[in-house]
């Protein structure tokens, strides 16, 4: 069987999957019902995993503002290494909420697989946690005793030599710390490592396995709760990925208005959120434990917004710290790391992937046309948060 039709098999499988769970929901991006005034409505349905800032795209169901672009967005919960092929499936949702990352690995398999639109910096969003008892040193312990910030990221990565890392390999998580291996001039075997899904990985660091683990915010909020300490995290770790809108080309070109407005809900959501950060920090911590079980505060939210993780609030500021050489979250640079990792060092994919992959200059230009860089506000919510 060809890899094509490989991934094709393994896109149908994890479609089955998620039509057999209560948490999947939302019609063909085809169908679905009209609004009311609206000449058109366009379905979007998004696959996407519940987090603290995948959340934030559901503001635009709750205060009408999809319905006010004649766009009627559905989302599909499913486990997030499922999502992209998904996309690529055709027969599930035609968007989906992921990092870059995910076209650098599916490239090869399906060309027409594309990153849409980046919206979300996870600048300080990693961490590589240790034990409450752990004799592992923290970079902020080392920086208290007196060495640079330099010779203190050195001297984690040099005590967690023949460690085991629980992390998920193939992925953006073992990516940060063989990044930062690397950047030490390590090579990647300086450490051991559990392969496990984020959430698998939490549970068995919890019950003992493991001598480290890498954590996204959730998974960190609750080591952290627990009294487990951040070795290593952030721009420490590696760059900063972006997470995004993940599309096909095919799906691009025949609903680029649509997408657009996707887009501009999407600023208007991250601004709404900057005015009214207790009001949106109640709702999403409601949701987010409604659907995981989780114990999000409003407080854990409030730390986490515009500091572990960093949002544009539009197109302007997208431009400067994504689509700007030396910007902070540079994609080309994120881009060539991912495209090292996987094809040189991991050698997980044939090639690196074609930067015709990311079509995020190309959108960004076509937004800015619609809607200029410098958009404020938001539109008069018709719904509730409450």
């Not at 629980?166 to 490592?193: F, H, M, P």
Request: charged letters at 20%; aromatic letters at 12%; one cysteine or more.
């Amino acid at each position: 069987m060809s890899t094509r039709r490989r991934f094709a098999a393994a896109a149908l499988a994890a479609v089955s999957l998620c039509a057999a769970l209560t948490a999947c929901r939302g019609t063909d991006s085809a169908s679905g019902p009209a609004i009311q005034g609206c000449a058109k409505t366009t379905t979007i349905q998004i696959a996407t995993t519940p987090y603290q800032d995948s959340l934030v795209m559901s503001l635009g169901d709750a205060l009408g503002w999809y319905k006010k672009e004649c766009l009627n967005v559905t989302f599909q919960n499913v486990a997030f290494t499922n999502i992209a092929k998904i996309v690529a499936s055709g027969k599930g949702a035609p968007v989906g909420w992921r990092t870059a990352s995910e076209i650098n690995q599916g490239y090869h398999l399906d060309n027409d697989l594309a990153y849409l639109y980046p919206w979300d910096i996870f600048s300080n969003g990693f961490a590589l946690m240790g034990r409450p008892d752990t004799n592992l040193k923290t970079y902020d312990e080392f920086v208290k005793e007196g060495k640079s910030s330099k010779d203190a990221i050195a001297a984690v990565i040099d005590e967690i030599h023949g460690k085991n890392v629980i992390t998920t390999l193939n992925n953006s998580r073992a990516e940060v710390i063989q990044t930062a291996l690397q950047a030490q001039g390590k090579a990647l075997d300086w450490v051991k490592y559990t392969d496990l899904d984020p959430a698998s990985g939490l549970t068995a660091y919890l019950r003992g396995d493991g001598d480290t683990y890498i954590a996204g915010i959730p998974q960190r909020q609750t080591l952290s709760d627990r009294g487990y300490k951040v070795l290593l995290a952030g721009t420490n770790l590696s760059p900063p990925p972006v997470n995004g809108y993940i599309t096909t080309k095919s799906y691009w070109n025949a609903n680029q208005d649509a997408l657009l407005k996707l887009i501009h809900v999407t600023y208007e959501a991250i601004r709404y959120t900057n005015a009214n950060l207790d009001q949106v920090a109640g709702y999403i911590s409601k949701t987010y434990n409604k659907q995981t079980g989780s114990t999000l505060t409003v407080d854990n939210f409030k730390a986490y917004w515009q500091k572990l993780e960093t949002y544009p609030v539009n197109a302007g500021e997208t431009k400067a710290q994504i689509f700007t050489p030396g910007g902070v979250a540079y994609w080309k640079t994120t881009w060539d790391q991912d495209n090292q990792y996987f094809f040189d060092d991991i050698h997980s994919i044939p090639g690196p992937a074609p930067y015709d992959g990311y079509l995020g200059e190309t959108v960004l230009n076509a937004y800015i046309a619609k809607y200029g860089t410098d958009e404020k506000g938001w539109d008069q919510p018709t719904g509730s948060l409450s």
